[in-house]
């Protein structure tokens, strides 16, 4: 499934993928990530994430697709036991 390009009929439940969408290099993409944050204070790296965020999303181009990615990292906060916020 690398490389295809997913499609939905419109009004479709949007869908992350599933299959390893860095063709085994997701230990290298890790690395990157770190390596952008090396020396940045905790108010810079927090900038570089939200302007990461904002530049993958309009790559993903699917309101749908990054609201479904949105629910699944927020979900992921509270998986210790605390209570989700409401949002």
Known sequence: MTGETMTREPGATARLRRD???????????????????????????ALNARLVLILA????????????????????HRAGSAPDEV
């Open 58 to 77: 309009h790559e993903v181009g699917d309101p749908e697709v990054v609201a479904a990615a949105i629910a699944l990292a927020r979900g992921s906060l």
């Open 20 to 46: 390893d969408g860095f063709s085994g290099g997701a230990d290298g993409v890790y690395e990157s990530l770190i390596r952008a944050h090396r020396g940045l204070g905790d108010d810079d790296s927090a």
